[in-house]
């Protein structure tokens, strides 16, 4: 069986044994979606989180759920308090939680219910070093990725560091979901173009869907 098919009847492709790409998934909510970060972020602004090793980040986040993840000298973690304002962070919005409840259970991972909603903001020029999202308890529950805005290269890599990665286009709308053999896959974004989305302007958005505890 090749590495990349199309299951043509659900709508997805295939980038791995656990892992689907929907195109489009999103769409027909992504206003909704957008509308909820910018509440989202009212409540916990976007900021440029330190690496351990002291190196400000590119991409802004901010976060929504039980708990997000943080990081800073101290290392990488959840909290259950924005250290930014000292307060919870605001709730997932139902919209949130039954989209990545929905698509993940269209990749084989039924009964996921995600405590944590990561939110990521690339302007142009921003980009992710290749990482392992590993800082979850329990490995069994798959990652939900939603892309809005601006396309970006997702760059798809193996279960150890090294090799060339893979490099896929995400756009507007867009979802992955990785879990089972490929849970521990190294995985990046490549420095975002520049460009103008008609809904976010020169934004690229990302939510990560996990369950942390
Ligand atoms: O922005 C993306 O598509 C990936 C984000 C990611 O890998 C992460 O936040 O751990
Ligand atoms: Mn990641």
């Not at 975002?192 to 020169?202: E, I, L, M």
């Amino acid at each position: 069986m090749p590495d990349l098919f199309s299951d043509l009847a659900n709508n997805r492709e295939s980038l791995g044994p656990g892992t689907w790409l929907f195109r489009g998934y999103a769409l027909d909510v992504g206003d909704q979606l957008l509308e909820a970060i910018g509440r989202i972020a009212e409540v916990s602004p976007f900021r440029r989180m330190k690496t351990p090793g002291g190196r400000e980040m590119s991409a802004a986040m901010t976060g929504c759920g039980a708990r997000s993840w943080v990081t800073d000298r101290r290392g990488y973690r959840y909290s259950e308090l924005d250290p930014e304002t000292g307060r919870h962070w605001p709730a997932m919005p139902a919209l949130f939680s039954r989209l990545a409840a929905d698509v993940a259970d269209r990749a084989g991972y039924p009964g996921f219910g995600p405590d944590v909603c990561l939110v990521n903001r690339y302007q142009p020029g921003a980009r992710m070093g290749l990482h392992q999202d590993r800082d979850e308890q329990d490995y069994r529950w798959p990652v939900v990725s939603v892309s809005l805005g601006l396309p970006a290269t997702f760059l798809w890599g193996g279960l150890r560091r090294g090799g060339s990665p893979a490099r896929l286009v995400l756009e507007h709308g867009d979802v992955l979901v990785w879990g089972g053999e490929d849970r521990l896959r190294y995985h990046g974004i490549a420095p975002v173009p520049d460009g103008r989305c008609k809904v976010t302007g020169h934004v690229r958005y990302n939510l990560t869907f996990r369950r942390a505890l």
